[in-house]
């Protein structure tokens, strides 16, 4: 089977076009890219940054998963904060969407904490705060009829209660079974994860409208992104900046809100009203582009003022605290195994087979 692989791909080498030769690139960067020199702040101020993480491993009856997150903190001195927790989890088709949810809650938790007990006047997130909004409600699985006919005040009242209490770890699931939200029998595992996902998008949008009281120390940096409304082209903005660019720079500063039709079940007018300002640059030359989001309409001098405060520690092009939090947080294959070995999981993955 590999040679006849190896004869198609000789056969549609090069079958991946690139821009056609005759692009006028200059026009297509002119008025949207500046290369330009970006200066690194001279005040005193607090900066952090979190990250988060999740793995799995499949078992014949069921998924051995790990979640975390982790925030670091500069004010001077580095400091740290994190949650994480394992869950097993049965056999469904949005198992990655259920745990990128479970992991942003752990991302923002970490983060709230991190803005209320160390009061720092910045926070990176890594990823886009506007993307968690545009795709808000979950798409794996049905919303329970029974779930959408209670999602009301007395839920949201009791997300609160429960925040206040409870400053890590996922809280969805007293909820669920204390206000008793779903109605099936315990041991139908496919329908309960369906509950969990929704009722765990509900926990993270509420967090959002917590963190989203904050939004003038927030900072969102993303090193991909598939937006093209900058140029329009079949690919997306952040490619065509570095296939096409070098130098330390930035492009025009866009505004945007929320989809009209994105639906959340609480806060609804608060996340509609907001308006995001988009923007990327490149803090070092021949490093990458990044996306930077900031849930609020800046003016361009607040612009230039938070690139020149994240340039104060940004190392080869990409703020140092953001990357340390990325490898301080990922949850390896290793680590897996070695979690499972501490927590004495030995069900066969029946994979084995396989090397008979």
Request: hydrophobic fraction near 40%; include cysteine; proline fraction near 2%.
């Amino acid at each position: 089977m590999l040679n006849s692989l190896y004869e198609k791909a000789i056969a549609k080498r090069g079958f991946i076009h690139d821009l056609e030769s005759d692009t006028d690139i200059e026009s297509q960067l002119e008025h949207k890219w500046f290369n330009r020199f970006i200066d690194e702040s001279k005040g005193d101020f607090s900066i952090a940054a979190g990250d988060g993480s999740f793995n799995k491993k499949k078992f014949l009856t069921t998924n051995f998963c790990a979640v975390g997150a982790e925030s670091i903190i500069y004010d001077g001195e580095i400091k740290k904060i994190d949650d994480s927790d394992i869950f097993d989890i049965s056999h469904v088709s949005f198992l990655d969407e259920l745990l990128s949810t479970y992991m942003a809650i752990y991302e923002i938790k970490c983060a709230l904490r991190t803005l209320r007990e160390y009061e720092v006047d910045y926070y990176m997130f890594d990823g886009s705060l506007l993307g968690d909004l545009q795709n808000a409600f979950p798409r794996g699985a049905k919303l329970p009829s029974k779930l959408k006919e209670n999602l009301d005040d007395t839920v949201l009242n009791e997300f609160l209660r429960m925040f206040s209490i409870r400053k890590y770890g996922l809280v969805f699931p007293e909820i669920r079974d204390s206000l008793k939200l779903m109605e099936l029998p315990r041991d139908d595992t496919d329908k309960t994860e369906d509950y969990n996902l929704h009722l765990a998008s509900v926990e993270k949008i509420i967090l959002l409208h917590e963190l989203l009281q904050y939004r003038k120390k927030i900072i969102s940096i993303s090193k991909t992104s598939s937006d093209n409304e900058l140029f329009r082209w079949n690919i997306p903005d952040i490619a065509f900046l570095d296939k096409f660019t070098k130098k330390q720079g930035m492009t025009i500063i866009r505004h945007k809100q929320v989809f009209e039709k994105a639906a959340f079940p609480f806060y609804n007018d608060f996340f509609k009203s907001l308006t995001f300002t988009i923007f990327y640059v490149r803090f070092q030359d021949n490093k990458n582009v990044l996306k930077v989001e900031l849930p609020y309409k800046a003016s361009k001098d607040e612009v230039f003022e938070i690139i020149k405060k994240i340039n104060v520690l940004t190392v080869q092009g990409y703020p140092y605290l953001l990357n340390k939090a990325h490898n301080d947080v990922v949850i390896t294959d290793r680590n897996m195994k070695e979690l499972m070995k501490i927590a004495k999981i030995y069900e066969t993955t029946n994979r084995e087979v396989m090397s008979w």
